[in-house]
């Protein structure tokens, strides 16, 4: 008898669904689910393959940072995070992740009711649902949160992130206000295992997490990152319910960080044009993240999103767009 | 993937029990149930010992079981005939879930029948390494044994993973040989496939009669799954039992390291059927 050679696993990624409709109490038009793949990335003939979302970035201030050419597309529109995110919206983005960076104490430093209000207008002025992300800095974040979250009940939104050394805030806002978290471990899958049994010795559902183990680009340690998102999928796959979760994958910050994306032609000739260049860089980090397991993408630049959102529909052999709810 | 512990506190040797089984009584039951699911149990194994003989007292009991878990069982009987009314009851109560047939030894005339009976009602089957010689004494006979139960049970159409071997487990306290015998007979027993079949034992067996019961049952526990054990019926309940097979899980690359890896195994356990499903 020669046996299957099909791989079936025991265990499943979760599902995570981020907005609410009216019907679940929010006001989103729609809704994404991520993950609840039970095998590897597009082997369908295996299990069940989650569909990717790729959400665009936005900021509760304009992006000082961002190269030109990164601008270029968005225009004036980088001066109010509405239209921004219409914009994103326009371009092919499932959904949208605001960071408020002009919250973090050298960007601005604005104030738990500002950052508030940005996230109320946003959610006013776009359908999709909603990726808010904190400062990163842990003081900060845990000044804003309690207001953003309540500024957003209701809209199962899904906010980042917790650490080993800081989750208690946010984890007790999201539980009140019944949003989504982000567990933030730096490459390490067992701080990942460890964030999500912190969050849940509180209580808090590890069905309701999305694991970021953090992201860096192509040709700056991608291959750490990548083995750890495979490593803990696995032994999510395998049955591990602390690493069954899906992943979320920050990627456009890392990109555009890197030489590789901000240098010009000018400075470095052989490298070849910046304006091909750069979002060819960004969608470079994203597919690999797409194949080591990722489940939701953060991109800056609408060609990157279109190359991974081709990669996505062509290895799953069909079109995949937002789960319309 | 975890390894499968099989909760053996639903005995008829149990005073509470044999007396839950005479008179029906199905709160002392549904009470075994709970803390064995709370010890983190993948099944629970269904035994009348010597309360009753009767057929209609063992779907008694094995439906009063099923009824009260979401775990697979395994049935635990003396003859084919009782397996046969515990598996009606069963498939009666729960449908599809999963079952193992504990036990069957290698003895024709009692393989043959189990194995009718695993195929009909798809069970997994436990297959202990004895014959009509009675139990193995060496490594050779335990994997002879072994080999012979594998071989039929694979040619009546089961799968590596629906195949338990149990090289018997014998009494330090009478036997002190025999342990060195048993793992060696586990690391052979696990190169017969690829993958291989699930190799169990009944863990208590080791510690009969002996002063330090726990302690030496968590140590050869342990023991056993470093030669490569995946499965033990014994006692779920015991808490010092379950961090020691935690930390083996860990140590043997089963689990993903993480600090709080104590919590992550305790709140797994009563979390429902994981490994049983594997």
Not at chain 1, 39 to 53: K, Y
Request: net charge negative.
């Amino acid at each position: 008898m020669v046996p299957d050679a099909k791989k079936t696993w025991g265990g499943k990624v979760n599902s995570v669904t981020i907005g609410a409709t009216p019907a679940a109490g929010g006001t989103r038009a729609f809704t994404v689910t991520i993950g609840g793949s039970a095998t590897l990335p597009f082997l369908d003939f295996e299990g069940t393959c989650g569909q990717p979302a790729v959400a665009m970035e936005i900021c509760d201030t304009y992006p000082q940072e961002w190269p030109d050419l990164l601008r270029e597309p968005f225009g004036d529109a980088l001066q109010d995070p509405v239209r921004w995110a219409r914009k994103c919206l326009e371009m092919g983005a499932d959904l949208i992740c605001l960071r408020l960076d002009g919250c973090h104490p050298d960007h601005g430093n604005r104030s738990p009711a500002e950052a508030a209000q940005t996230v109320k207008q946003v959610l006013q002025g776009v359908p999709a649902p909603l990726i808010i992300w904190g400062t990163g800095n842990a003081d900060k974040d845990n000044e804003i949160f309690p207001a953003v979250a309540e500024a957003a009940a209701g809209e199962n939104c899904l906010i980042g992130s917790i650490t080993e050394d800081n989750y208690k805030t946010l984890v007790a806002v999201c539980t009140a206000y019944k949003h989504k978290i982000i567990a933030e471990s730096p490459c390490d899958v067992n701080m990942a295992k460890q964030v999500n049994i912190l969050a849940q010795d509180m209580g808090f559902p590890v069905e309701n997490i999305v694991i970021y183990p953090t992201c860096a680009a192509l040709g700056y340690g991608l291959e750490y990152i990548y083995s750890v998102m495979e490593r803990g999928r696995l032994a999510g796959l395998k049955g591990d319910r602390m690493l069954a979760q899906p992943i979320i994958c920050d990627i456009g910050i890392e990109a555009w960080g890197v030489k590789e994306a901000r240098v010009s032609e000018a400075e470095i000739p052989d490298w070849g044009p910046q304006r091909q260049r750069a979002p060819l860089w960004e969608a470079s980090t994203a597919l690999a993240c797409l194949l080591a397991g990722g489940d939701l993408f953060i991109l800056r630049h609408p060609e990157a999103v279109q190359s991974l959102k081709k990669s996505i529909a062509e290895l799953a052999g069909a079109n995949i767009t937002a789960a319309a709810a | 993937m975890g390894i499968i512990l099989i909760g053996e506190r639903i005995n008829g040797s149990f005073k509470d029990v044999g007396r839950a089984i005479q008179e029906h009584d199905k709160t002392v039951i549904k009470d075994r149930v709970t803390k064995q699911e709370a010890g983190g149990a993948d099944y629970l194994d269904v035994n009348m010992g010597a309360a009753s003989r009767k057929l209609e007292d063992y779907a008694w009991l094995v439906q009063a079981v099923a009824e009260a878990t979401a775990l697979p069982l395994s049935l635990d009987c003396p003859r084919a005939d009782m397996f046969r009314v515990g598996l009606k009851a069963y498939r009666e109560t729960v449908g599809e879930r999963s079952v193992i047939l504990n036990s069957t030894t290698a003895e024709d005339s009692k393989l043959i029948p189990l194995l009718e009976l695993a195929v009909e009602f798809k069970a997994r089957i436990m297959g202990v390494v004895m014959d009509e010689r009675g139990s193995p004494q060496d490594v050779d006979r335990r994997l002879e044994l072994g080999g012979k139960i594998f071989a039929a049970a694979t040619e009546a159409g089961l799968s590596p993973a629906d195949i338990f071997l149990d090289p018997i487990v014998m009494p330090v306290k009478f036997m002190q040989d025999q342990p060195k015998h048993i793992l060696n007979a586990i690391q052979q027993l696990t190169t017969l496939s690829d993958p291989p079949c699930h190799i169990s034992i009944g863990l208590s067996n080791i510690s009969s009669k002996a002063e330090e019961r726990k302690l030496i049952n968590r140590t050869f526990m342990v023991m056993a799954l470093a030669m490569g054990l995946d499965a033990a019926i014994l006692d779920v309940c015991d808490e010092e039992m379950r961090q020691s097979v935690a930390t083996a899980e860990l140590l043997l690359g089963m689990e993903i390291y993480s600090d709080g890896y104590l919590k992550a195994y305790r709140q797994r356990a009563g979390s429902g059927p994981v490994a049983a499903a594997a």
